[in-house]
């Protein structure tokens, strides 16, 4: 158990997940308190030892008192992280940056101007990134600047589609998901609600061409081909299409799929899939509540190329329970026969709401992820002819490393790119759906949650389409 003290809450989420960074499988409890003891003190204690870092170190690492509030910020974290690299006698490999994005930074400063050289400095002095990190931030960046150039983002947007049911619900599950067999009367209840949803939000996007469109959840194809159909038809028929860069669907478990639900999406002009194994060993599958089999995931991509599909992406993770670094170079070989044209490859995270964080005592032993068993992931997709293109990060991350998504030229996924660049905004349907609306000159982002729970989401559609009309009016869109 870590205590953790902070006497400012304005630094409490920041602190933790740094903390947490060092110490992923350990609780870190926090203790804010308002006795103003020595101002902006972090206190934290380790099994007995104590850091405190306070504003005093900060000023000692050349920030003046009056400095603004960021730069104040920044030092401390630093300082905290100099403390905790000491004490641990670890070093981060992407230093003090915990947020999700940290390809913006990079991106930022290649907008600015400023050379790869300069821009390597800044991410090793200022925010301690490893050079490997640095490599990887700067060839992502550069290729989402590629490839946001060919598209008028500003002026388009993209749209999201959540369909939350799966065949079984995954250890590590925390996206908005429920198992089919229990929901199986009452989808087509949720597909009437959907369409209502897209239709009310067709009509405020009137006269506007999305550039992408992604269905997502949950694993859209646990649905009937029937109704598959009907959603995208909705699509077609409501929302102007001419201007279409990508068609996504996650078809992502290989046990929701068929020849027909295959079909349909070749139908409707679907470019994108995506057939998720996460590992290709049998004994993690069983043991991560997949319930399908290794041979399935083949059978699936197969059926899938058979259908035409010439783009499909294959998510994977690193660190699940028991596996090591042998087990995730069988993993690679495996996709390697198979050659997808895009990868992406997740780092475990455990997040408070996936049924993994109640086991987290039992597995934290047999969670490995290093950055040898990364850079192997990286070798193994440039064999694979992929480059890498995004990349995110999450918190309490095994390992403390990233999400990066490859492809081949040309085949990657733009929404992708588009929802961690924050560049345009996306308008999410179905229960859970955040939508997401950039205002570029204003430099601000708002979000609209639609709720998660799917019968909240049936019984308060209307109250849902009303907010997001009134935004579009209060905010002139
Ligand atoms: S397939 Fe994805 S959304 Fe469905 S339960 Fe597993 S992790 Fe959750």
Redesign the pocket.
């Known amino acids: 158990m870590i205590l953790m003290s902070v006497n400012n809450q304005e630094y409490y989420d920041e602190v933790r997940v740094l903390i947490k960074a060092f110490h992923p499988f350990t609780a870190v409890e926090a203790k804010t308190t308002t006795e103003d003891v020595v101002e902006k003190t972090v206190c934290v204690t380790v099994e007995g030892r104590q850091i405190s870092v306070s504003i005093n170190d900060v000023i000692l690492n050349g920030v003046a008192e009056d400095d603004s509030k960021k730069e104040v910020y920044h030092a401390l974290k630093t300082t905290l992280y100099q403390a905790l690299e000491k004490d641990t006698g670890k070093e981060l490999p992407w230093g003090i940056l915990t947020g999700v994005r940290p390809t913006k930074i990079v991106m930022g400063m290649l907008e600015e101007g400023k050379m790869q050289d300069e821009i390597r400095l800044v991410m090793r002095d200022k925010y301690r990134v490893s050079q490997r990190k640095t490599d990887l931030s700067l060839k992502v960046a550069e290729r989402e600047q590629m490839l946001l150039k060919k598209l008028d983002y500003e002026k388009g947007f993209s749209i999201y589609i959540g369909i939350p049911f799966?065949p079984?619900?995954?250890l590590?599950?925390s996206?908005t998901?429920y198992p089919i067999a229990a929901w199986k009367k009452r989808t087509d209840e949720y597909v009437d609600a959907l369409l209502c949803e897209m239709k009310a939000m067709a009509e405020l996007f009137k006269g506007r061409k999305p550039d992408t469109v992604y269905f997502g959840?949950?694993?859209p194809t646990t649905l009937e081909p029937e109704q598959l159909d009907r959603i995208l038809s909705g699509l077609e028929e409501w929302f102007d299409l001419s201007g279409l860069k990508e068609l996504t669907v996650e078809a992502?478990?290989p046990d929701s799929v068929t020849r027909e639900k295959f079909l349909v999406l070749k139908k409707h002009g679907v470019t994108r899939i995506s057939i998720n194994p996460q590992t290709m060993n049998q004994k993690t599958l069983d043991l991560i509540g997949r319930r399908h089999t290794v041979e399935q995931v083949r059978e699936a991509f197969y059926l899938a190329r058979e259908c035409g599909f010439d783009n499909i992406n294959m998510d994977l993770i690193v660190g699940l329970p028991g596996e090591n670094q042998e087990d995730v170079r069988h993993t690679m070989e495996e996709v390697k026969k198979l050659s997808p044209e895009n990868l992406t490859v997740h780092s475990l995270a455990i997040k408070r709401a996936a049924a993994l964080n109640l086991w987290k005592d039992k597995f934290s032993g047999s969670i490995h992820n290093t950055d040898e068993i990364i850079e192997m992931t990286a070798q193994y997709a440039g064999q694979m002819g992929l480059n890498p293109y995004y990349l995110y990060r999450q918190k309490n991350m095994a390992g403390n490393f990233e999400n990066v998504g490859y492809a081949k030229n040309s085949m990657e996924g733009l929404y992708n790119i588009l929802i961690m660049e924050e560049r345009q905004s996306i308008i999410a349907m179905g229960a859970g759906g955040s939508s997401k609306f950039v205002f570029p000159e204003e430099n601000r982002i708002e979000r609209i949650e639609n709720v998660k729970d799917v019968n909240h989401y049936i019984g308060r559609l209307d109250e849902m389409i009303e907010r997001k009309k009134k935004f579009f009016v209060e905010n002139n869109i």
């Open positions: 799966c079984t619900t995954c590590y599950c996206f998901s959840g949950g694993t992502g478990r």
